[in-house]
């Protein structure tokens, strides 16, 4: 590891923004839950590699709740937040909110938690920046990763 990994890191929040498109909604003019998941995989992606700004990929989707559905012409935002590290992995946590544009009703529509993996340029696993818990939300949030953790780990036979 080296010295700049050992100073833990604050975790940005990004945001991702579009609008939704009738090619990206099903006969009900809501949104495909792929196209979802397609945004929500790409904001982990970006929270991840802002973070600990090394390649990363998506190991594994963990808790996805779709909530109320995405009509077509609204605006969606994707929030993502780095919650936990480990050695080389990362749990990302994402939300998904829909807008209606003319009347700007916000609502939060899907959550979800994807388990991210930092690699070098030859695909070996890399140590990661450990993560600087500013105050108790953030702490509440470690320990959700935490436990996600735990799960992943207790399924791959890793306990």
Same mark, same amino acid.
């Given at each position: ?19 939704? #498109? ?5 006969? #009900?003019? !809501? ?23 090394? /390649?990363?990929?998506?190991?594994? !989707?963990?808790? /996805? ?53 930092? #690699? ?6 890399? !140590?990661?920046?450990? #993560? ?19 799960? /992943? ?7």
């Amino acid at each position: 590891m080296s010295e700049s990994e050992d100073i833990p890191r604050v975790a940005p929040e990004i945001r991702i923004a579009d609008l939704v #498109l009738p090619n990206q909604a099903n006969n #009900l003019n !809501t949104m495909f839950g792929g196209e979802v998941l397609s945004l929500m995989d790409k904001a982990a992606g970006i929270a991840a590699l802002q973070f600990c700004r090394k /390649i990363v990929v998506t190991a594994s !989707t963990e808790h /996805i709740d779709f909530r109320t559905p995405i009509h077509t012409g609204e605006i969606i935002e994707a929030l993502a937040r780095v919650i936990y590290v480990g050695r080389s992995s990362l749990i990302v946590r994402v939300h998904i909110y829909a807008e209606h544009p003319l009347i700007g009703e916000r609502r939060l529509c899907t959550t979800g938690y994807f388990s991210m993996v930092a #690699l070098n340029e030859r695909g070996e696993r890399v !140590t990661v920046p450990r #993560l600087l818990l500013e105050d108790a939300g953030a702490q509440a949030e470690w320990e959700t990763g935490a436990a996600l953790r735990r799960s /992943i780990d207790a399924r791959r036979g890793r306990c």
